[in-house]
């Protein structure tokens, strides 16, 4: 049974738009858990965007499922990272100027210095380490020299495509790297844009899918499920009725 991962960043978003305190990301987590989510996933970018040093201590502390740590290979965040002791830290490009991770690692031209950050954090005692990655063959055959145990499909593409046959050709994509992903012995993850109308296409055409990390549709719906009720108590406290 593939595995729900919620990332709870979008929450963070918002908080951060008003400079608040609420809504709080790791509230989120708990709510996220209690619905039956297996764990709690959040990216903390080198420019705080969203999620911050406070959010990490405190979901480390209340997460009870799997927690799974977004990161570039920036020495100060993978500090943090080895200090935090995820269940699984997962390697992701990161540009400052980007509005969300736009596509995988590039495996190939990077091998070195992710091979190094994958043995930092397996000598920290992560016991899985993950790369984010598009579904291209040459990238995927590069990840076993890493030393990484488990790759993330980007799923982007997937999600954005514009016609049925493009989301056709992307999901033979997907299946065709997922499978070699696991003859390589690799956990196939994957993650990014999947939503409520891709999620069941998806699921259905690519196989050996551990594990899943959605959080933008999710955080998206809650927002406009919650709108009803929300509106409803403030009528009644402004009008009393
Ligand atoms: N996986 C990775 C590596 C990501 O960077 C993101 C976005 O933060 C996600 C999964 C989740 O994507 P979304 O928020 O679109 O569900």
């Keep these: ?30 709510f996220a858990e209690k619905a039956g989510a297996d764990g709690i996933v959040f990216h903390l970018r080198e420019d705080r965007r969203h999620i911050n040093e406070r959010d990490v201590a405190l979901l480390k502390q209340i997460v009870r499922g799997k927690l799974d740590f977004e ?14 002791q995820p269940h699984l830290a997962t390697l992701v490009p990161e540009r400052r100027e980007e509005v969300t991770t736009e596509g995988g690692l590039d495996v190939q031209r990077g091998q ?10 397996r000598d920290a005692g992560i016991p899985e380490v993950a790369l984010f990655v598009d ?17 993330e499909l980007h799923t982007g593409d997937y999600a954005k495509a514009g016609t049925p046959a493009e989301r056709q050709r992307h999901l033979e994509r997907l299946a065709r790297a997922a499978s070699q992903a696991h ?3 690799l956990t196939v993850h994957a993650g ?50």
């Design 71 to 84: 990161l570039s290979t920036d020495p100060d965040v993978v500090r943090i990272c080895c200090a935090t």
């Design 192 to 241: 990014h844009g999947l939503d409520y109308h891709n999620y069941p296409l998806f699921a259905e055409a690519v196989p050996h899918l551990a594990e899943v990390s959605i959080g933008f549709a999710v955080v998206a719906h809650a927002v406009m499920g919650g709108m009803d009720e929300a509106v409803r108590t403030m009528r009644y406290l402004v009008k009393g009725y």
């Design 1 to 30: 049974m593939t595995r729900l991962l919620i990332n709870v960043d979008h929450v963070a978003t918002l908080r951060n738009a008003r400079r608040e305190s609420f809504p709080d990301p790791v509230a989120a987590a708990v």
């Design 112 to 121: 070195e210095l992710i091979t190094s950050t994958v043995a930092r954090l």
């Design 135 to 151: 579904p291209v063959e040459a990238q995927l055959e590069a990840v076993p020299d890493t030393g990484a145990d488990a790759i």
């Design 183 to 185: 003859r390589l012995g």
